[in-house]
């Protein structure tokens, strides 16, 4: 799989390096590049989560290797402090059934500026370099797909897949916040929430989490 992938992102090489060449002078990490753990394949649901973009992260342009093993060495944040982000990753691994630091994580956006979003001409570049999502769909396989986006990211969202339905999950308490997504080139178990931070604000984690717990039935 990771050879897979890293034909993949050698097939965008240079599209990455233009991205980071138009901007020479900020502050940019990336490229963010997946490698998931052996154990990914071997769970009842193989599970992929789909953030927004990173807080800061190495930015070897030249070497994707680099950037890959960056990702292994992090192994989806077994070292890293308890975030939203990480703990409710957990929670779901859990619910589905599949062991801790087992899923993929992945980004829409393949940079971060500043360790956060990027914005105006700065998003619209590196959003150019969205739909590598639809190889890493295809690569992994996934059968449940989680994208803790939120609604700033639809748009980007329905740019990837065109055409793509929001469905309201009826059965979460916040129908209009938590949506299965369908799309020929998604999994059927597909769905959009929120950002973890906002869902623990507001109160949906553990209906999200007692929600995904059904999915194994």
């Excluded at 990455?16 to 052996?38: A, C, H, Q």
């Excluded at 990027?118 to 969205?130: F, S």
């Excluded at 990211?153 to 740019?159: A, C, E, G, Q, S």
Aim: charged share 25%.
């Amino acid at each position: 799989m990771r050879e897979k992938l890293l034909v993949a992102y050698q097939q965008r090489h240079a599209d990455f390096k233009s991205v980071r060449t138009t901007f020479p002078d900020v502050d940019m990490s990336g490229p963010f590049l997946i490698s998931p753990n052996e154990h990914y394949n071997n769970q009842p649901f193989p599970l992929l989560i789909i953030g927004q973009e990173t807080k800061g992260w190495g930015d070897d342009v030249e070497d994707l290797n680099v950037q890959m093993n960056l990702y292994e060495n992090f192994n989806l944040g077994e070292k890293y402090h308890s975030s939203p982000f990480w703990n409710i990753t957990r929670k779901v691994e859990k619910a589905l059934g599949n062991e801790p630091y087992t899923c993929t994580w992945t980004n829409i956006s393949k940079y971060d500026v500043n360790c956060g979003r990027a914005y105006g001409l700065q998003a619209e570049t590196i959003a150019t370099l969205d739909d590598i999502l639809l190889d890493e769909i295809k690569i992994l396989k996934p059968k449940v797909c989680l994208f803790f986006t939120g609604v700033d990211f639809d748009d980007r969202i329905k740019k990837i897949f065109p055409g793509v339905e929001y469905l309201p999950v009826k059965e979460h308490s916040h129908p209009d916040r938590f949506f299965r997504l369908k799309h020929t080139l998604l999994p059927t178990l597909t769905f959009r929430s929120d950002h973890p931070k906002y869902l623990r604000l507001s109160g949906q984690e553990q209906s999200i989490i007692d929600y995904i717990k059904t999915l194994t039935k």
